[in-house]
Every structure is written in structure tokens, then in C-alpha cells.
């Protein structure tokens, strides 16, 4: 006699039900609550597919596009159905998923000469197979059975990738008549992926878009941020060039004992960044009187801006390193945000008129008592800190709001050099799964937060969300008003951060509501070998986060 299973909504709705049914059918009961088509489940803290079954009385959620988690589903699948639209339409060329830009994923065609008409037929025939409602099949297969498919089929990345995996199965996934690897969930059907575009870029490049969670309901138009493109491109490039361009190719390094000339090339590469960007500073020193440097959370700000400060002065500059932070109003004064917390991130949160008188009588010359911010009291503090401007001197500003020029409206535009860093990481885990920005930075956070702050990796991971809103208000936005671009994603740094944040991760229980995150990046790591830290140099920008610099 089949058993009675009760399923406990949000603590809103208890349903009971005869025997097991597969989340897919109990989603049908809850999909009022959801403005988009539900991708997956969480039952009793743990993201199922909605093919799978409930067998046993559950607390369950779901997820659609709105959510990170049902986001994350939702690319996979469109990134998936633009695989399989490639084979009916261009035969045995194969598409590689490259990273993300804008709101989306850039992409390229290998095999055959793409063309703006061609990407129009291959976008139509994902429409097609979205009406066709094809399913999405898991299948549980002996990872060396998968690695003999993937050498019949010649796709050589699948076959490297999984040759350091440990696990003796691995999940392969199915639509249509194609067989590919994914090492994350997938949706039930096609007929929940119904917003995509394509966009030509140049030669055989194109962007697949799509909703984010700020904008759930609607794909924006691409938006083509040169530079950002630009800056990916060529650490693409320089990546082919030195042989790393996926994570088995990281492996195979690390597996035969020669990651220390990868760390020294990626340093070099890293330091040439500034290094140019000192000259051109230099080839203007007449104007640029203002430095200012900005970019999303744990991108390296701090060792850049004090490494930049070095090239600098190397170059007859003398350097001044001004905090914004220590022009933010006193506490009473401080906006709030939505969840009535003081909004240290919003632009508000600084005294603009303060900083700006500084900032000019600075610039003519005269001795100007800079404060400090007592955070414990929460007000400004002046403590005999005088600063004045010579011929040859620099001010460098770091901080959230370094692009925005409703920062500096007193400096005209031509005496201001603005700098953008961030991890652009041209590292994939093959040609079909790539690596998000954001998840380089993540760890690079948990490890920092965890040595600096006492922080575990549950705080940071519950934190995250807030923090990618404040990068989506106040930095993203101005990325296209700058004059140069750091790449800060060093090429081996995936193996050294597994080494210190995968124990992190681990520490994060199965009944916290953020272990779902926990256990997707546990995963995503298993996908690397593991570097030691000893041969990174003090001066890296990495070990800001790891520890052990020599910039305090």
C-alpha cells in the first residue's frame, strides 16, 4: 500500500500525497506563488531536478529564474539548447562557450564560418526546440565509460576534464540526440527557457543573453562594453599562448610538478598590467592629477592600488593614498538601506562637499588637514594629517564609488585616470562549462573574511547576495567611463584558493539554509588539483586573500 507523503510549503501550504510523485508534478500545485516557470527544488535543504522523485515527508521550496539558484538552471539549459540548435543547423561544428559579458555568455563558433544570417537560423531553431518541449535526462554513467563516448565524439575537453575527476560515476546529460557534460543541475524541459537572444559580434563571435535576477522577466539588449571585451580577449589569447585555457590544462601542470613557472608567467602578466598603465599616467603627467581605482568586492584593490603607487613613483610621481572612507558623514547622517541598515556602500553615505573642497584647494596648492573616520565612535576625526599637492604629485583614490563622477565634480575629466580591476578569469572547466567572475571573487572572499575578519564561510556566503546588489548599483554601471582596465585573475589561482577555502566550505553544516551554495562550490572545486602556496610572491595580489603579503 503506497504511503502518505506530506509536503510542508514555505510553512504556508501542507499538502498530502499518495505514494511518490516527482517534484515536477508537485510543483504544479505551487506555481502560483512563482511569476516564471519553476526549474528546481529544494527539499529539506538539498537543490533537486524536478524529475526527481519525493519519497519521504519534506519541507520543499522552489526556484524559477528570479532566484540565483533557479538563474543558474536557467543558463545552463539555454546554454545547452544553443549546443544542440548548433548541430541541427551547422552539423558538426561545435560552439564554445567562452565567459560572461554584459547579461550574458560570449561564445564562439568552431567548424564553420558564422555569419549574422546564421546565427539567426541557429536562434530560430532554439525557438523551434522550445516548442518542441524536449526533455532534459540525467544519466548516472562509470566516469571511464564517459571518457571512451567523449573520445569516439573527438571532444577532446570533456575527455580531459573528467580524467581528473575522482568520482568513479558522473552524471551526463541528455536533450534531443546529444550527449554532454554538466557538472551542475539542469531544467526538466525546454519549453521553461522561452527568453534568449543572439547577438554577432565579429568573425565567428556571438552573445548568448538572457534574463538575470534584476531583470526576470525580459532579455535586455547587449549592451557592448569595448574595453571589458577587449580585456577578456587578450587574457583569452595569452592563455592559449601559455596553454592554459581550460582546467584540465591547469591540472596537467599541477599533476606533473610545474606550477612554478605558471605562478611566475601569471605575475609577470599581472605586473606588465601596471606597468603600462604607470607609463601612460606618465606620457600625461602635465594633466592627470587624479587617480582613481575601482571595482567589484575582492578584486584586489588594495595591493593594486598600493603596487600602482610603486610604478608610480618609479616614474618621478609622488604619491598620495586618499580614503574615502574617511569622508563618510557621522553616523546619524548616514542613509539606510531597504533592510533599515546604515548604507555605507550608497554615494550618500559620503560628505561629497567636504571631499571636493579638499580635492580643490589640494589641487591649487594649498596644506589641507585631511580627517580619518573613527568607525567605533562613528564620526570624522582630525588628527594632525596634512597633506600638500607639489608639481610632481599624485593622489590615488581607492574605493566603491572611484568611477562615478558624481564623485569628483569638481575635478575636470581629463585630470582624472580611472581604473576598473577585476578577476576576468579566461579559465573554463571545458568548452561547454564555464567559470563565473563572481565565483573566483566569492572564494577569494571566504578565505579573506575567514584569516581577517573571523568570519566562516556561511557568513560570507550570506552576505553575498547584498554585496552583488551594491556592485550592480554602484559599479557596474560606470565601467565604460575609464581609461584602462586590470585584470586582476591570476591563471593558477583557482588551485591555491581550493587548497584554503574548500576545508571552509566543509565547515558549513547541511541544515544552514546557505549550504546549497556551499555544496555547488565544493563541487565546482573538485574540478582542480590542488597548489601550494609556498612559491606565490609576498607582493601578489593573491595574497591579499590568502595571507602573507608583504603590503599591510
Known amino acids: 500500500m503506497d504511503k502518505v507523503i506530506k509536503v510542508n510549503f514555505r510553512n504556508k501550504e501542507e499538502r498530502e500525497y499518495l505514494g511518490a510523485l516527482s517534484l515536477l508534478e508537485i510543483s504544479e500545485e505551487f506555481k502560483k506563488y512563482f511569476n516564471f516557470p519553476i526549474l528546481a527544488a529544494k527539499v529539506d535543504n538539498n537543490i533537486m531536478e524536478l524529475n526527481d522523485k519525493l519519497e519521504h515527508a519534506a519541507d520543499v521550496d522552489f526556484y524559477d529564474r528570479s ?13 545547452f539548447l544553443l549546443i544542440v540548435a548548433v548541430k541541427r543547423v551547422c552539423g558538426e561544428a561545435s560552439v564554445k562557450i567562452e565567459h560572461s559579458i554584459d547579461k550574458g555568455v560570449y561564445c564562439e563558433l568552431e567548424g564553420v564560418s558564422l555569419d549574422k544570417n546564421m546565427l539567426k537560423k541557429i536562434e530560430e531553431e532554439m525557438r523551434v526546440i522550445v516548442s518542441e518541449d524536449l526533455k532534459f535526462t540525467k544519466l548516472s554513467v562509470a566516469r571511464l565509460d564517459a571518457i571512451k563516448y567523449f573520445k569516439k565524439k573527438k571532444q577532446k575537453d570533456k575527455v580531459n576534464v573528467l580524467k581528473y575527476i575522482s568520482n568513479s ?23 521553461c527557457l522561452d527568453e534568449f537572444k543572439l547577438t554577432y559580434i565579429k568573425d565567428n563571435g556571438f552573445v548568448l543573453s538572457y534574463p538575470d535576477i534584476y531583470n526576470p522577466e525580459v532579455t535586455l539588449n547587449y549592451t557592448h562594453r569595448k574595453m571589458i571585451f577587449n580585456t577578456f580577449l587578450d587574457y583569452t589569447e595569452w592563455g592559449k599562448t ?39 599616467i606618465y606620457q600625461h603627467k602635465n594633466k592627470i592629477k587624479l587617480v582613481l581605482i575601482a571595482g567589484p568586492s575582492s578584486s584586489g584593490k588594495t595591493t593594486t592600488a598600493k603596487k600602482l603607487e610603486i610604478y608610480l613613483r618609479s616614474r618621478g610621481f609622488n604619491t598620495h593614498g586618499i580614503s574615502i ?59 594632525k594629517k596634512w597633506l600638500q599637492m607639489k608639481e610632481n604629485d599624485i593622489i590615488l583614490i581607492e574605493g566603491l564609488h572611484g568611477l562615478n563622477e558624481d564623485l569628483t565634480p569638481s575635478v575636470e575629466r581629463n585630470q582624472k585616470y580611472k581604473i576598473y580591476i577585476s578577476p576576468l578569469t579566461q579559465l573554463n572547466i571545458d568548452n561547454h562549462n564555464r567559470i563565473h567572475t563572481s565565483d573566483t571573487r566569492r572564494l577569494r572572499r571566504i578565505i579573506r573574511d575567514n584569516k581577517t575578519r573571523g568570519y566562516n564561510a ?86 591579499e586573500f590568502i595571507g602573507g603579503s608583504c603590503f599591510k
Open 325 to 383: 572612507d574617511d569622508y563618510f558623514v557621522d553616523r546619524e547622517k548616514t542613509p539606510k538601506n531597504a533592510y533599515g541598515e546604515y548604507d555605507l556602500e550608497s554615494l550618500n553615505a559620503v560628505d561629497i562637499d567636504l571631499f571636493n573642497k579638499h580635492l580643490t584647494r589640494l589641487l591649487e596648492g594649498d596644506r589641507v588637514l585631511i580627517p580619518e573616520y573613527n568607525f567605533v565612535l562613528g564620526k570624522r576625526e582630525y588628527k
Open 169 to 191: 560515476f558522473v552524471n551526463i546529460y541528455r536533450l534531443d540526440d546529444v550527449y554532454d557534460y554538466f557538472f551542475s543541475d539542469m531544467p526538466y524541459s525546454t519549453k
Open 67 to 79: 532566484s540565483v539558484i533557479g538563474n543558474s538552471i536557467y543558463s545552463r539549459g539555454v546554454q
Open 242 to 280: 601559455i596553454g592554459v585555457s581550460n582546467a584540465s590544462d591547469l591540472n596537467q601542470i599541477v599533476s606533473t610538478g610545474k606550477y612554478n613557472d605558471l605562478i611566475r608567467l601569471s605575475e609577470a602578466h599581472y605586473e606588465s598590467q601596471l606597468a603600462g598603465i604607470a607609463e601612460k
Open 458 to 543: 556561511a557568513d560570507t556566503l550570506r552576505m553575498w547576495p547584498r554585496i552583488r546588489e551594491g556592485e550592480e548599483k554602484y559599479i557596474f554601471p560606470y565601467q565604460d567611463d575609464v581609461d584602462a582596465i586590470i585584470n586582476s585573475a591570476l591563471a593558477y589561482e583557482l588551485g591555491v584558493l581550493k587548497t584554503y577555502a574548500e576545508p571552509l566550505l566543509f565547515s558549513v553544516g547541511e541544515e544552514d539554509p546557505i549550504y546549497p551554495e556551499a555544496l555547488r562550490l565544493i563541487n565546482f572545486l573538485r574540478n582542480f588539483l590542488p597548489i601550494p602556496s609556498d612559491d606565490i610572491p609576498r607582493e601578489s595580489v593573491l595574497r
